[in-house]
């Protein structure tokens, strides 16, 4: 069942204004969302929204979402997010509750776990040098598809090494299709809306199935071949518990569908987002060009080259403050608790942004401004104020690995590329649960070094 909103009216939260009758502040949501979010810490540290009958917080002070994600039992993933989110990809990681989340974590670690980074950056070096030799000078492209089919072969290779079906266009159209569905469903959570036969219902559970359909035939061909492979779905099938007990397919395919949806989705939407960053501050990226003709001298990056591209590795996380891609998070009290000075009901739906807290001026000065630099100077911010992969037991457990994937497919198309979008209009966020661009077009040119 879906979690309520808000079980009770014992409001004790400022109202965000702007609501309409009936409605509530769901319009504004819709059409608006991440200037209506940024602006809630004006109204409070918790702020109230009503989403048509229901009603949820909004935890806007750092300090707020640090205790909040400390404590996963009495603050446990739910709320409508997660519900929708749980309808593709099950009881993952990424959506289990915490009654579940250390044992699945145990379990998972050695599939993330640092000594395997290398042979991961290894399969990434590959499909991102690949992608990108088919590149011309002057070609036209549209930059988020571009990224968006390259973060899927580049996931999906490293989760099923030898299995080329895994990055084919079906997979990349069905992500598309699920993450554009998830966002509607997440913004406008009206019961009973996603079972109507619309159009959009149509393509987004078709594509949900092909995506399932897709990873359990992987899987029974992993299981067939008995082959152990330096990738993920060799660590899942070998991965066991305290008791020797290992995961079942259909746990196994959760996990995957988990790894494919955050991993795709996260890197394409930070590369697309670092690419307007880096044509809108040309002097950044002579820099960049500067440290990549040192290091590099126009080959593809490798796992071997990250401690020597820095700025690099800034302009990663300087993109991922300002564009976080999961930009709007939800818990559910799972008990009567206190927050910020707030009675807060057992049942009720607290989110939380990334991308508010990333631009708030008295946490980072001059939010707004691109400055890889201030990572110079804040490389450990405190806890809850740069939340790109979340804190505390539920932080990511690919965020290692997806920010290395990141470096090394901005370094290896900086080498060699200038990628300078169309001029005219701004390129603005789409309305999804991931923060991404809408579709832009920019112009390749080959640098001459």
């Not at 740069?386 to 290692?400: E, H, K, N, Q, V």
């Amino acid at each position: 069942m879906p979690t309520p909103f808000f079980p009770t009216t014992r409001f004790t939260a400022a109202l965000a204004p702007g609501g309409l009758p009936l409605l509530g502040h769901a319009p504004a949501l819709l059409h608006r969302p991440h200037e209506f979010v940024a602006r809630l810490p004006a109204h409070g540290d918790l702020v109230r929204l009503r989403l048509g009958p229901l009603h949820a917080y909004v935890v806007c002070h750092p300090e707020l979402v640090r205790r909040m994600l400390a404590d996963d039992h009495t603050f446990d993933k739910g709320g409508p997010l997660l519900d929708m989110t749980r309808e593709v990809v099950g009881n993952g990681l990424a959506t289990c509750p915490a009654a579940v989340h250390r044992h699945q974590r145990r379990m998972l670690q050695p599939a993330f776990h640092r000594e395997r980074l290398p042979a991961h950056a290894a399969l990434m070096a590959e499909e991102i040098a690949g992608a990108t030799a088919r590149w011309h000078d002057g070609d036209v492209i549209d930059v988020p598809a571009a990224m968006h089919r390259l973060s899927t072969a580049v996931t999906a290779r490293c989760l099923f090494a030898a299995h080329e079906r895994a990055g084919s266009p079906p997979v990349h159209r069905s992500m598309d299709v699920v993450t554009r569905g998830l966002a509607r469903r997440v913004l406008l959570p009206l019961p009973g809306a996603d079972r109507l036969p619309t159009p959009g219902n149509r393509r987004f559970h078709r594509a949900r199935q092909d995506l399932r359909e897709l990873t359990r035939r992987l899987i029974a061909d992993h299981r067939a071949t008995g082959t152990d492979r330096p990738d993920l779905l060799s660590t899942l099938l070998a991965a066991t518990d305290e008791d020797g007990l290992g995961l079942s397919d259909a746990e196994i395919h959760e996990q995957v569908l988990t790894f494919l949806l955050a991993g795709v989705e996260t890197t394409a939407a930070t590369l697309s987002w670092a690419w307007t960053l880096l044509a809108a501050n040309p002097a950044v990226r002579g820099r960049l060009h500067a440290e990549l003709d040192t290091v590099l001298d126009g080959r593809p990056a490798r796992h071997e080259d990250l401690p020597a591209l820095p700025l690099t590795a800034r302009i990663v996380s300087e993109t991922l403050r300002l564009y976080p891609p999961p930009w709007i998070l939800s818990r559910t009290a799972t008990t009567d608790a206190e927050l910020g000075g707030h009675h807060v009901p057992a049942g009720t739906t607290l989110l939380f942004s990334p991308y508010l807290l990333h631009r708030r001026a008295d946490l980072f000065p001059r939010p707004h401004r691109f400055d890889p630099d201030r990572w110079l100077t804040t490389a450990s911010p405190a806890p809850g104020t740069y939340t790109p992969f979340g804190l505390g037991a539920r932080r990511c457990i690919g965020d290692d690995f997806g920010t290395t994937a990141a470096v090394l497919a901005i370094a290896t198309i900086a080498a060699r590329w200038t990628i300078t979008p169309a001029p005219g209009r701004p390129v603005r966020p789409r309305r999804s649960s991931s923060l991404a661009p809408r579709p832009f077009t920019a112009r390749l040119t080959r640098r001459v070094r």
